[in-house]
C-alpha cells in the first residue's frame, strides 16, 4: 500500500499511529507507515534518530509476529545496510547510519553473530571505519565474547571522558523539575554499565593497572554500593550485560 502522510503530521504521531494499525489488524497500512517512517524520519527531523533505530524498529517487528510481509520488509532493511557497507556504496556518516541499522536489526533478531562478522570484516578491508564504529559494535561483540576484538578497539581515556560526560550531563538535567529523579538514575544506571564494562574489558586483555585505575576513578565519581560491587567483579573479569 502506498502512504503518505497528511501535512503538518508529526513523526513521532506517524509511529505511534503504525504501531495502533498494527494492533487493530490493519496490517497493510501499519506496513507501509513503518516504512514511511523508517526511510524519511531522519531526513525531516534528524533529532528522531534514537528513536527510529528503537521504538521504531521494534514496533515494526511486533508487526512481523502477525503480518509476514512486514518481517520480509524488515529484513530486506538489514540486507541492503550490509549490502552497501560490502559494496563500498556507503561512505561517512551514511555508512556509520548503515550500520547501526544492521546492528540494531540483528539486536532485536538476536543476530548479534551477523553484526560481529561485518565488523570483522570492517576491520580486515577498512580498519580506520571499524574504529570509528566500535561503540556501535562493541554490545555485539561483547554478546559474542570477542573479548580480543573488544581489546583491540578501547581507548578507556576516551572512553571513559565520553561516559562521565554522558553522566554529568544527566546530573544536570535532572536538577530541572521536567526531568528529575527519573533522569538521574538513568545517568548513574547508564555510566555504571559503561564503566563496569570497560574495567572488565581491560582486565581480559591484560591490562591489569589500568583497569583498577579506572575502577578507582569512576568511584570517585559516583559513589554508591552497588557500583563498588559491580566494579569489584569487573575486575575479576566478568562483563556487565550491555544496557539498555
Known sequence: MDWTPPENLDLQTILNEAKDDGLAGRYELALSK???????ALRLQPSIYGVRLTFGIAYWKTLTEHYPPALTALLEVRNSAEKSIRSYLVSGDTLRDAFHEFEA????????????DLFTWLDEFQP???RQL????QSALIRNRDWKMCGKFIDPKAMYEWSLKRYRNKKDLAEDPKYGINMRAFGEKCFANEIAILVALLYLNGRDEESEQLAMDALKEFENEDFASLLKE???????TPWP
Not at 513503518?34 to 524519511?40: A, K, L, Q, S, T
Open 34 to 40: 513503518h516504512i514511511w517512517f523508517h526511510r524519511n
Open 105 to 116: 536489526i540483528n539486536k532485536l533478531f538476536d543476530e548479534t553473530a551477523r553484526t560481529c
Open 128 to 130: 580506520d571505519v571499524a
Open 134 to 137: 566500535y561503540r556501535i559494535a
Open 234 to 240: 569487573s575486575l575479576t573479569g566478568v562483563v556487565a
